[in-house]
């Protein structure tokens, strides 16, 4: 059975979103990515990831840590678009993720 987890970038991770590794910041794309979203991937989980209540986010944050689903993880964006939910009032970030996912 599938499970749906949601996970609060703001209240999960941080207010403080930037960076595309570590060397980065310690909130970069590739830690949300490693610690958050690939494991419950990898799981079988339906993802529903909250990105309202952050300060603001980088494109090297979103590109890494959506985008790298599919460039590093080997994930489809077939595959990521059954299994991934944005939920966010600004529909310009999520049509600016999934560009990310669908060219990775």
Request: glycine content about 8%; hydrophobic content about 35%.
């Amino acid at each position: 059975m599938e499970n749906e987890v949601t996970i609060s970038i703001p209240k999960d991770f941080s207010r403080f979103p930037s960076g595309r590794t570590p060397a980065d910041s310690k909130y970069s794309g590739e830690a949300f990515r490693d610690k958050h979203l690939y494991p419950r991937l990898t799981e079988g989980n339906r993802i529903v990831v909250e990105l309202d209540g952050a300060v603001g986010y980088g494109s090297s944050f979103l590109e890494e840590a959506f985008g790298g689903l599919v460039r590093v993880c080997g994930f489809t964006a077939d595959f990521l678009a059954e299994k991934l939910s944005l939920k966010t009032y600004d529909q310009i970030l999520s049509d600016e993720i999934w560009s990310y996912i669908q060219t990775a």
